[in-house]
């Protein structure tokens, strides 16, 4: 008997490894979602595996404060004049593409420096999910309003797209950001978006341009397109970002 429970252990031992490593590729969260994909900075060299468009020295740095948690953050950094590394706009972004099923959970936290983040009339994006053409979803201040802006239909001027007002920037301290994305172009797609687990965003139907549900790519960093033609009211903008992670099943 002794015998074939150490074999009985031995194979179950086995095949929870199997599963593990084969059916469930993915660490699994708090929540019981697999983690597809996470940064923290807390390693030396982050981005593995990332595309990175930072056009400058300044463009990205990891940083040891501010921090949400651990011991350091990524601090991005977008300065009037910097070089064009797309064929549009002025950016320091990284560009994740998430694999699997199309309802997925995305986390970030964020810390806007006063001193870094003047009131500047002209738009910017902090983050962004894209297939083709304009990012189909969007969070991006302006006047320091945070505005979600969502749309799915390239006939229609983006500026009659679903716009969430979301209230005043809150600077000087980490905002923690959830979207839980379920991408369609169909009427089953879902964008929540929470602050702090404050629910702020509700949104049901269409929210992707792309018609073989493919899920779009995900950007987060600065973006700010008017810097390639002209100057605005700000030459500068600074962003600390911590805890980016993506769950799905």
Known sequence: MK????????????????????????????????????????????????????????SFERVPSPVSEGNFSGKF?????????????????????????????????????????????????????????NPEISLRIKHDELILRIGHNKGIPTNLWHHYKLGKLKKDKWLKFRFHIVHSNRDDGVVELLEDDELLVQHFGPNTLSHNQELPHWKLGLYKWTWEKRRTLVHKRVIYFDNIKIEGE
């Open 3 to 58: 015998t074939l429970s150490n074999l009985t252990l031995s194979v179950t031992c086995l095949l929870l490894t199997f599963y593990s490593k084969y059916m469930f590729p993915f660490p699994l969260s708090s929540q019981g979602r697999h983690i597809q994909y996470q940064e923290n900075f807390e390693g030396k060299t982050p981005w593995v595996g990332i595309h990175t468009q930072f056009p400058e020295q300044h």
């Open 77 to 133: 950094e977008l300065r009037f004049g910097d070089k064009k590394i797309t064929s549009t706009g002025i950016r320091s972004e990284v560009l994740i593409f998430p694999t699997g099923n199309n309802e997925k959970w995305y986390y970030f936290d964020v810390y806007f420096p006063s001193a870094g983040w003047i009131a500047d009339k002209d738009e910017e994006l902090i983050t962004q999910w894209r297939t083709e053409g």
